[in-house]
């Protein structure tokens, strides 16, 4: 299948193949490529049992927060992240003295000391019990604690320790030492065996490319099949407008009602937790747990539209079993510009610390009663390698955050995963589960296969979730172990029956508790057909398995290595001058990115416009005089120029949208900029100089940025990100960021097609211009 083209491919695996597949100029995904050239962080030679602060006053003469802040993040093992921001440990002599002078400080001396504050770190604080009993301890005597004490002892003080005092623990555990605490604290959730010791449960994650409810549903008795799914039916929308994720959550829903199940298992949507409140308002009862993402700092929960009172609010609302799925994941502040001079790791912690501070506000609610269920999956890899991108550093970082959650005293999963841009291969992943499982995290994610067809990263399949069962011992809840007996998946003795792997099997007891009355073989033809529309829709669906109950089937086990490679060519592809010449009236600029290397590695250079690129916008700006149009088309080539180059792609999205917005009276502006290596907020970069410089008007102007999605799906996608503001906050540098920006994604001609696109992209840019 090496040489195999895009068409032949979809085709061949009904993945709907429509378009010629284009092989413009490659490259190798490049080996070793290391971070940018740094200093690090030296640390001299240290006197016995000297403090950080010790040591600070005698380099400086006095407390330096600067210093502060990289003394800590000098502990941590290396990561990009931590690199970009200045905190990393020039080399391992600095880190090991970094350690040193931390393990010797005592924890009243850290929580006195803040590496920064504002009033998330508040909350922490006002969340934490005062560290009477232990503040004498030093993080070497915490560790050795946490190392030598049994669970009972470690939770009578967990009360007291604050987000950064653990934050600052594990910097000093090896992975061995990490797995040894997070073998020993469980905090399991209420009247469940999910958290449990010996218990690992699955995130069902059933995505679609076009937020189609058969292709969510299908997946569901896809997990189910293989008896995996027992914490909650988890799907990442497409479009986060109330009426699509109204629909998403009733579909979920539906199915858990009809097995009887919505007191066992959630659902959700993971769209913005305010959506998920109006969609309560419209459909009550349906949305199960509610979603948000969390950010380490005030300002860094801004970049989600979130704030502490926010949240406190929403909980308020939260009645029932169900109350808050959080995510979170290291470096997911820095790479949205809030980075705030301290490590990745503390972020992470802050986190955990601002999810127990609202999981209290939960128990205080609910004194009398049991107490919503509160957990947080801890994204590991999904961003990219600017974070990290060895599998060493995901395997240490995952350890990390088990740690950090399990000592807030959080029920907390993983998502391990890496990006198609990491140097993390398919057989890589699965070392990583393999190292980082003995620590026993509450849950994983789970899809038919690694590649997951909407977001196109890759993470745990259903087949790994019943490898590590079997390799490990793991139990799931006891409650859906039952439901899978009920429905004969697994027989009395616990064993695999014939049914294994057939998610038609389940769809016929789904219809049979609807009171369908049709036979097994009836019913199983119209399974049958459902499979293939969804997978020629793009989704794929796992039947039967290999030589082993968890290995995959081999022709679908051949279909996600094609997609692998395939993602590794688009990734390292280059938008070609002959194709931007096909584009009309096409003005091309480029970011600070050196080449394709450096864009893929550091995104912040692909953020940045050169000055070149800055001249020419301003040269644009001034042929507009006073006639500044409505809506201004950026293109970029992102993480996958083929999406854009492909035919029937770009093209056709770009006529139809331009001619239907002048046709509604929006003034568009006829030339297109077009920019290599560029990522989102370059858009935004060049909408402040397009659209700045009128502080005090009103009037919105708006921005249409299309992009090559990340790839791996084989559709090569592209996504329209669409932001729309008056001309006084385009003229406030940083002010327009993802917070406004609304996204139309998974446009290809084998996914969401332009025409449908289009209809989408108008629907929003409409609601855009009356809102704002």
Known sequence: MDHISRKDFLNKMGLLGAGTFLWPQTQDSPKNFSPLPTSGVTIDTIKPKETIFEYIKRKHGSFNLTAYQK???????????????????KDIISRERARQLLGNTSISELDHQSVYTDDLYRLIKETTKESTSIGNWTLTELKEFTLIKDEGEIKAIMPELTSDCIGCLVKLMTNEELIGVGQKVFNPLENSKIGSKGYLSARVQ?????????????????????????????????????????KIEQTLFDVLKVFGLEKTMSNCVLSHIDV?????????????????????????????DLSIEKMHNHVKNRTGLYGLYAETGQGADFTNGHGAGFDMVLHESRKYGFLRALDLQFKEQNVDTQKPW???????????????????QLVRCCLEDIVMGKLHGLTIGLDVCSTLHMDVSLDDLDWCIDQIMPANP????????????????????????????????????????????DIEIIDHKGQPTANFGNPTWVYFKYCQAKGDQRDYYEIKKEGENSIERIRQRGVPISEGFGE????????????????????????WSNMTDTFIKTIPAAIPIITSSKDRQDYVYHPESGEKLTSEAISVLTDLKAKWKNNVPDIQFIISDGLNPLALMDDGHLLPYLSKLKKQLTNKDYSVNKENIIIKHGRVRAGYACGEILYGEDQKSSINKAIVHIIGERPGSGHHNFSAYLTAAPRSSWSQPGMIDHNITKVVSGISDTSLTPDRATEQTLTILDRLFTVI
């Open 71 to 89: 003394i800590i993040g000098a502990a941590n093992e290396f990561k990009e992240g931590d690199a970009s921001l200045g905190v990393a440990a």
């Open 442 to 485: 509450a849950y994983l994610m789970a899809l038919p296969t690694k590649n997951d067809p909407m977001l196109s990263y890759l993470t745990t399949s259903f087949s790994d979730h019943v490898r590590v069962r079997a390799k490990f011992g793991y139990k799931i809840n006891d409650a859906m172990w039952q439901f899978f007996k």
């Open 206 to 246: 059933p995505n679609s490319p076009t937020d189609n409810p058969e292709d969510i549903i299908w997946q569901v008795f896809n997990a189910w099949s293989y008896a995996v799914g027992d914490l909650v039916l988890g799907t990442n929308p497409v479009s986060s407008e109330v009426e699509s994720v109204a």
């Open 548 to 571: 082993h109950i968890w290995n995959l089937e081999p022709e679908l086990e051949k279909q996600v290595r094609w997609l692998y490679e395939d993602a590794k060519k688009s990734l």
């Open 374 to 392: 509160v957990h947080v999956n801890d994204v590991a890899g999904f961003i990219g390698p600017e974070v990290f991108k060895s599998k060493e």
């Open 276 to 304: 998920q409140a109006e969609v309560e308002k419209i459909q009550p009862g349906t949305t199960g747990i509610w979603f948000q993402s969390l950010a380490g700092t005030v300002n860094a929960n801004r970049t989600f």
